[in-house]
């Protein structure tokens, strides 16, 4: 696989983290670098490890788990999203809501596992092909801190402006997510 290649997959797969990441970002009382940093460290790293996986898991197991990482990805995003929108109704019922200064790591973790499941099949699948596994997921997790960093950073200018409502709208962005992995997954809408 070509430089060129590496970069459009690599970027091609952080764009669900870049939605979550502006979901979470929007959802905090204005986060600043140092925890957009750390968001994307944490989906970056996790989106690089989920490629070598796959590739490890190989020919054996490649049915198993394609036949069933886009419901796992769709049920955790639709519980995490879930959970946020409704604490955001929760918190919409309050005379003031505080919005949260940072994300505790498994929330973070979990949603990028979650986000990161295509991963696990690519790598599956580029065990076929003859590619530097290691340089390709490396790609993958510098895009990924990439645009979830940047998500985090534009979140941060989209949560004052909606207020109460950003923890709803970052949980049925997660949903949304979900929703679309399994339907491009089940064919749906194809």
């Not at 949603?111 to 993958?140: E, K, M, P, R, Y």
């Not at 997790?141 to 402006?161: E, Q």
Request: contains cysteine; proline residues 2%; neutral net charge.
């Amino acid at each position: 696989m070509d430089v060129i290649t590496t970069i459009i997959l690599a970027f091609g797969m952080s764009m669900d983290a870049f939605a979550a990441a502006l979901g979470k970002g929007a959802a905090l009382k204005r986060p600043g670098m140092k925890e957009a940093l750390r968001t994307g460290a944490i989906f970056g790293g996790i989106e690089m490890l989920t490629p070598l996986i796959g590739w490890g898991i190989g020919l054996a197991a490649s049915q198993y788990v394609m036949a069933w990482d886009h419901w796992i990805a769709f049920l955790l995003l639709t519980i995490l999203g879930g959970r946020m929108v409704m604490g955001g109704f929760r918190h919409g019922a309050a005379e003031e809501c505080v919005a949260p200064e940072r994300h505790g790591f498994m929330v973070l973790a979990m949603t990028a596992v979650a986000t990161s499941l295509d991963a696990l099949a690519v790598g599956v699948g580029l065990a076929f092909l003859q590619v530097n596994i290691v340089i390709t997921a490396v790609a993958i997790g510098a895009a990924t801190t990439i645009m979830a960093t940047t998500g985090v950073l534009v979140g941060r200018f989209i949560g004052p402006i909606l207020g109460k409502w950003a923890e709803v709208l970052g949980g049925v962005v997660l949903i949304g997510i979900g929703c679309t992995i399994l339907t491009e997954h089940l064919g749906i809408f194809s």
